[in-house]
């Protein structure tokens, strides 16, 4: 179904119930915190007022993104959570702040950490596509930000396990980019090859699933834009044109140094994989394609 929402518009439950299709008069499961109709999920987060049966969800925006609590008692395991947190279904939210108001559309939602616990939690993070690009659960905050007593224990394993993740990183690729070789280390991301989503506990924490990449690189790695071949060159979709790589300043780089075995492995995944490709148009490395 294609989306039928504006983004930042008011509607009723009523009004989404008639746009999407359901013709049940009455609200059943549209009245609860979140419902999948016709391969696509629902969330109606109320931020800041308590939720219809009277607990008070600790739903709040952190930035961007809403950092929301799941029904009373839902654990990681449950069936409806995991197909909501899958990737399979586009997540639409809606939010209010009151419970006079209709329900604001936020757009489609990719979750950026999910928290173990119960209810379970997700940050929502929105405006980005909803197909492969949110693997990672970003758990890296400085030690002032990490508060001992208030954090669950899986939310400290999540985040140690990301810090130690990308520290290997940035010791094995001597704290610099490993296309661009910049060396700053507030622009560079610890990216994996293999997306989070999709790997296994030990592969989520696998150095050699990894590089240490600049933030416009890892961007574009993430979604598929680029990858690199065994050799370490880089590959452009076709969906990207050689101006564009010019601006970028990625046309004419040398390979990545020292690929071992295993992260070729993993880059090998990624070029099957998480590459966009269009019709009939080959990826060729960009020292070819560039010129």
């Not at 800041?48 to 600790?58: C, F, S």
């Not at 173990?116 to 690009?133: K, M």
């Not at 560079?188 to 989070?196: G, Y």
Request: with cysteine; glycine share 8%.
């Amino acid at each position: 179904m294609a989306t039928v929402f504006a983004l930042g518009e008011g509607y009723t439950r009523p009004e989404i119930r008639a746009l999407v299709g359901d013709p049940n008069q009455k609200g059943g499961a549209w009245d609860t915190g979140y419902r999948r109709w016709r391969g696509e999920f629902f969330i109606f987060a109320g931020v800041g007022i308590p939720g219809r049966t009277g607990h008070n969800y600790d739903n709040h925006w952190k930035g961007e993104t809403l950092v929301w609590q799941a029904r009373n008692n839902t654990k990681l395991r449950d069936r409806q959570i995991q197909e909501l947190l899958s990737g399979a279904y586009p997540i639409h939210l809606f939010t209010r702040e009151d419970e006079r108001l209709s329900w604001t559309y936020r757009g489609l939602a990719t979750p950026l950490t999910i928290m173990d616990t119960s209810p379970v939690g997700v940050v929502w993070a929105f405006g980005v596509p909803s197909t492969d690009h949110v693997e990672r659960v970003n758990i890296e905050p400085t030690a002032d930000e990490a508060d001992p007593v208030t954090e669950t224990e899986a939310v400290r394993a999540a985040r140690l396990g990301q810090s130690k993740f990308r520290q290997d990183l940035m010791d094995l690729w001597d704290r610099q980019c490993a296309v661009t070789g910049l060396a700053l280390p507030e622009l560079l991301r610890a990216s994996h090859i293999k997306p989070w989503r999709h790997s296994s506990p030990q592969e989520r924490l696998d150095p050699d699933n990894g590089l240490l990449l600049a933030v416009h690189v890892d961007g574009l790695f993430d979604r598929g834009l680029i990858s690199f071949d065994d050799d370490g060159a880089i590959l452009r979709s076709p969906m990207l044109s050689s101006e564009l790589m010019r601006r970028l300043g990625l046309d004419d780089l040398p390979p990545i140094k020292n690929l071992n075995v295993k992260t070729r492995a993993y880059l090998a995944i990624h070029r099957e994989q998480y590459l966009k490709r269009e019709v009939d148009q080959r990826i060729q490395p960009i020292s070819q394609t560039a010129r």
